[in-house]
């Protein structure tokens, strides 16, 4: 696993001085976060509240392609490889920079990786999707390693002025490099997905728009679906034991993640999230935080992954450290 997130950071001081009718304590009330990162320039939030989408994309530091290469960098360096070693490159997120061509061949040509390239977005829950979709695979169809990319630099299509989405997102990048066929002591296991489309509407980015949802629906869904995930996997390793499951959710909010937890009887030492300081960072979420604690990972652990997302989508899969 690797991860990137870039240097500007927006704290809760800084949306506050943006006089939108938010502060520190409003802030962590309602969705316990602290700061997140972006690819913007603090200077240009502060003068246009980054009400111009065209504006965003040619003001920001750096590009999908960028920020993608950059964890993709980590997770090989992490694996002993080199980008000469990828036969597959899979990319998904809720922001690419452009509607064709896919964001994966962009992100391969930062690293140099001449291979077919892809994408599979299914907005917060691609990392999901991703590895259930080449779960399903057959291994003689793969290539020895994919790299599997979510560059998700989220805070382009936010309005500065709308308070509700302000406070909510960061940016931030994940990347893994999978096989079917070589051995390794991290395995993928439990993949499953699901769609429920006729919600589609709840949570969307029309094109050349601001981000938009129903907060109140797409809270109430994100917990029942990922409280009933978590209990899923928690139940399939009942003769094992859960008392050392670690879990990892969306990083939606704070206080979405607390509920999951006190639902499914998580004992705070084994939640693990980085949503307090960097915010939801979209498709990255998840995978971000397990690359954070990538050397925490110990033999005997597990980790339960469950992603909820626009579409309305979810996603649940179990790490076992071998």
């Known amino acids: 696993m ?26 962590l009330e309602r969705v316990g976060i ?7 320039p603090l200077d240009y939030i502060r003068q ?18 960028q920020t993608g290469a950059a964890a993709a960098r980590m997770a090989l360096e ?30 391969a040509n930062e690293l140099g990786i001449d291979c077919p390239c892809f994408d599979l977005n299914s907005a917060c829950t691609s990392f999901g999707m991703q590895v259930n979709f080449l779960d399903r695979m057959k291994s003689n169809a793969l290539p020895e390693f994919v790299l599997v990319v979510n560059p998700d630099n989220f805070t382009r299509s936010i309005d500065y002025s709308d308070r509700r989405s302000a406070v909510l997102f960061g940016d931030g990048s994940a990347a893994a490099v999978l096989s079917a066929t070589v051995s390794s002591n ?31 629906a797409v809270q109430g869904f994100a917990i029942r679906r990922t409280t009933d995930s978590l209990r899923t996997i928690m139940d399939s390793l ?12 969306h990083q939606a909010n704070f206080s979405m993640l607390r509920t999951v937890c006190d639902r499914a009887g998580i004992a705070q ?13 979209g498709a990255a979420s998840a995978p971000t935080v397990l690359s954070q604690h990538w050397d925490d990972l110990r033999p005997g652990d597990y980790v339960a992954i469950a992603q909820v997302g626009a579409g309305l ?6 790490l076992t450290v071998r």
């Open 238 to 249: 009942k003769n094992n034991g859960t008392e050392g499951l670690k879990f990892i959710g």
């Open 48 to 65: 246009t509240k980054n009400r111009d989408v065209r504006g965003a994309y040619e003001a920001a530091l750096y590009t999908n392609a």
């Open 34 to 40: 602290r700061s997140r990162r972006t690819v913007l």
């Open 186 to 216: 991290y395995m993928f296991s439990g993949c499953y997905c699901h769609s429920k489309p006729a919600s589609w509407n709840k949570v969307n980015i029309p094109r050349l728009d601001f981000f938009d949802q129903d907060g109140n």
């Open 313 to 318: 989508t979810w996603t649940h899969m179990l």
């Open 2 to 27: 690797g991860h990137f997130f870039p240097e500007n950071e927006i704290t809760n001081r800084f949306l506050t001085d943006l006089d939108i009718g938010t502060n520190d304590e409003w802030i």
């Open 78 to 107: 992490r694996a002993g490889l080199t980008p000469a070693d990828i036969g597959l490159v899979v990319s998904g997120s809720c922001s690419p920079d452009n509607l064709t061509p896919a964001e994966s061949t962009t992100v």
């Open 269 to 281: 030492e084994n939640h693990w999230y980085n949503v307090v300081d960097y915010g939801n960072t």
